[in-house]
């Protein structure tokens, strides 16, 4: 797990209750020198409220790290559900626009050939036309006699 300036902040000041915890600890361990001074019970009670203390700290930390790895497993397997999610979703997309595509295709064979029908039906046309305007010329140039400037009004 990478540390984050809140996380650095958060062990910085455990580290520091930790510290102060073990200081506590140090100064009730140096009151047993004074017990004929504060009495036997009250440095009992002290003593025993401070191991109190100390254990529900220790035992709120690591319920906390506990519900912390719990919540970051459980956004690790919401991220895996999601990408697979999104991967099967592009995987029915792509194969949609493959079928959409393929009948698209299919639905205009219909007029490609038509239009290849027109393209040849042009072809023919166009040199049928050529054909007669052949025709017409050799007919022309064969009743013009030579000499002769074109027809002339009898």
Known sequence: MTDTPKTEQADKEWADLQRDLDTLGDQLGSLREHTAALGDTM???????YQDVRNKSLSYRNATEAQFEAIRQMALEQAAATQSTLTETAMKSAEMAKETTRQAWERAEPLRQGAQEVGK???RA????AASFGKA???IQS???PGEEGHKPG
Do not use: D, M, P
């Open 43 to 49: 440095i009992a009670n002290l003593e025993a409220r």
């Open 121 to 123: 039906g042009f072809v």
């Open 126 to 129: 166009w040199s049928e036309l």
């Open 137 to 139: 010329a050799t007919k």
């Open 143 to 145: 009743t013009e006699k």
